[in-house]
């Protein structure tokens, strides 16, 4: 049984919990999260000796809300179905102030009838901002679900958006 750890961390856009398994960053939520697990699954908060996961990942946050970062380089244990494995991997790969619509990632995954399937799986991404379901809008480009609450999916696309134009 791999041995899960919590810890908790604060960010410009409220406490962050992370949630580490095995050396492995497992889940990032934020308070009041849509479809954030129980407290009791994240396992022992701030263990010692505390994983060094916490620590880059800790360091990657602060970088990207300080704008020096653009792309995370941790270790990940996304768990879920396969589709939403599909899915969560897809979206690492939109890039930074950048946004794609349902219908877009469901033709990048080679599934194009199933933009609703792709909002459901990317509503339950277990590892927010760093597995970047923010940059996901609706067809029209309009905002819609997002497990965070749309007004932090707006502040994370203009925060992105002003990255890039200053950059």
Not at 23 to 32: A, D, I, K, P
Not at 138 to 153: D, I, N, S, V, W
Request: glycine letters at 12%; one cysteine or more; proline letters at 9%.
């Amino acid at each position: 049984m791999p041995t899960r750890s919590h810890t908790i961390t604060d960010s410009p856009y409220g406490p962050l919990t992370l949630v580490a398994t095995d050396g492995r960053l497992c889940g990032l939520y934020m308070e009041q999260q849509r479809h954030r697990p129980p407290q009791e699954t994240f396992g022992e908060p701030d263990p010692h000796p505390r994983p060094e996961i916490f620590a880059r990942t800790e360091e990657q946050l602060q970088e990207y809300f300080a704008g020096g970062r653009t792309e995370f380089d941790l270790p990940l244990a996304l768990a879920g179905t396969e589709f939403q494995r599909t899915v969560w991997h897809a979206l690492l790969e939109i890039p930074y102030g950048e946004t794609v619509s349902y219908g877009r990632l469901a033709d990048r995954i080679g599934r194009p009838a199933a933009s609703r399937a792709v909002g459901l799986a990317n509503g339950r991404n277990p590892i927010g901002i760093i597995v970047p379901c923010h940059r996901v809008v609706g067809a029209t480009g309009a905002l819609t679900g997002y497990g965070g609450g749309l007004p932090r999916k707006r502040r994370l696309l203009d925060f992105e958006q002003a990255g890039i134009m200053t950059s």
